[in-house]
Structures are given as C-alpha cells and as structure tokens.
T-cell receptor, first 115, second 116 residues
C-alpha cells in the first residue's frame, strides 16, 4: 500500500484480556518496528523485524508482549493479560533497508486503553 | 548508550513568530539525525533529516543543521503558522553496526502551539 496501515485505530479493553494489534507495512519494506508512545513520554522501542532474521525483541517490557511477522509482511503485536499501564499508543513503522540515513514511515498508531 | 535530549514544552508562539526547538544528542561516531512531526491524532511523519556533519535538512520552511562540534540538531522556522501546531520529535539513527544499530532513539517530544 501507499503507507503503513495499522488496525484498529482505537481499542478499549478490560484489564486481564488479551489484545492483538495489526500492522501492514509498505510493500517492499524489509524492516518493521513497533514503538510505544505513552502519555508525556517519548517513543519506546519494542521490537524490530528485518527480513528473515531473528527479531530484536530487546525492547519488549515483559513476557506478556509478543510479536510476529508473517511472510515478511504483516505484523501482529499481542499483549496478554493486559494491565492499565499498557495503555498507550502503539506505533508501527517500516523502512526500506537501504542505508541508515533513511527515516522510517510510521502508521497512525493504535490507541490502546485498558480499563 | 545513545540518547536524545530536546527542550521540554509546551511551547506557545504567536503566528509569524520565530521558532527554535533545541535538540542535543549523545552517540558514538556520526549518527544520522531526524526531526519527526506528529499532528493531532496522526502518526509521526518525517520532517527533515541530515546524515553527516554540517548537513542542513530543510522542509516546509523548517531547517536544522547537523553540528558535530556541539552535538546538536536544533529545529528552526522563521515564521510559524497555526497549522504548524504539533508535537516535534528529534531522533537519531546510530552509525555503527550490530545490536541496537537499527533502532531510532527519540527525544521526548516538544509540543508546539501556535495561536493566531
């Protein structure tokens, strides 16, 4: 597609429920990232996928968070047993892996509210 | 590790005022530097970038110069408009290879409000 697409745009869930957030990157972009943006905070790196390589999961805050990328394209971020502190905007970005000078293209994000 | 520090907001300016948002960084080597903008209810958009020392990135009237000697990448605009109201993020991409090298490190963002 023309841009990075994320769904849903908004999600309200009850504490303890599992949620899945979806990211559809730009076609041909081999690198895909998930970031979390909490109120009053900057962007926190969560996970990075590059082609068929093992993902860099170093930013995942706990084992309740996981992500996968199927077929090198669409990615799903799953949060199990959600907690109120998980409330944030979850941003996905993709990049054509040709040089570090290329910035990312971000999606509009999924605003997650845990009640 | 790498870090980005930008001035805390919020910043409120009148239309046509001069804008400066300070950004300094800590990183080894020569990182690439970026400014992203986030308009209300939207994702981040790349505003401008610079990949080596003394480069000047520019877009939509905004400019920032990569200053290696002061490790800075301050954002400037000569005359802001109401439509520039947004949150601005400074970011870096490291120059080295290996673990963590493909992450963007962001500042905490500066909210700009421009009033008519």
């Amino acid at each position: 597609g023309a841009g990075v697409s994320q769904s849903p745009s908004n999600k309200v869930t009850e504490k303890g429920k599992d949620v899945e957030l979806r990211c559809d990157p730009i076609s041909g972009h081999t690198a895909l990232y998930w970031y979390r943006q909490s109120l009053g905070q900057g962007l926190e790196f969560l996970i990075y996928f590059q082609g068929n390589s093992a993902p860099d999961k170093s930013g995942l805050p706990s084992d309740r968070f996981s992500a996968e990328r199927t077929g090198g394209s669409v990615s799903t971020l799953t949060i199990q047993r959600t907690q109120q502190e998980d409330s944030a905007v979850y941003l996905c970005a993709s990049r054509h892996d040709r040089g570090r000078g290329n910035g990312y293209t971000f999606g509009s994000g999924t605003r997650l509210t845990v009640v | 590790g790498n870090s980005v520090t930008q001035m805390e907001g919020p910043v409120t300016l009148s239309e046509e005022a001069f804008l400066t948002i300070n950004c300094t960084y800590t990183a080894t080597g020569y990182p690439s530097l970026f400014w992203y903008v986030q308009y209300p209810g939207e994702g981040l958009q790349l505003l401008l970038k610079a990949t080596k020392a003394d480069d000047k990135g520019s877009n939509k009237g905004f400019e920032a110069t990569y200053r290696k000697e002061t490790t800075s990448f301050h954002l400037e605009k000569g005359s802001v408009q109401v439509s520039d109201s947004a949150v601005y993020f400074c970011a870096l991409s490291p120059s080295y290879s290996g673990a963590g090298s493909y992450q963007l490190t962001f500042g905490k963002g500066t909210k700009l409000s421009v009033i008519p």
